[in-house]
């Protein structure tokens, strides 16, 4: 709006990429995978320019992966995310 409040906008072609990491070779790669979750979790979104959803998918082992969302407040309701 022209009023200078806040305005929603939807991107038509929006497309993340998820961060695979291969954590397999690694001996302490549950640490590492709880270390790289709670870098995820810290970072920031940037209001003006991020999408307010990221995704990683840490491969810890054959058969074994966890997956990373990040989802900004914005986004969503406590409800969905249960949901989720």
Request: hydrophobic content about 45%; cysteine-free; charged content about 35%.
């Amino acid at each position: 709006s022209g009023d200078g409040g806040p305005v929603q906008r939807i991107d038509a072609e929006w497309r993340e990429s998820m961060v695979q990491v291969d954590l397999r070779d690694r001996a302490d790669a549950e640490l590492e995978a709880k270390r790289l979750a709670r870098e995820e979790a810290g970072r920031p979104f940037d209001l003006s320019r991020d999408a307010m959803l990221r995704a990683r998918l840490l491969r810890i082992d054959e058969g074994v992966h966890l997956l990373l969302l990040t989802v900004h407040h914005i986004a969503t309701d406590g409800w969905s995310l249960g949901v989720m």
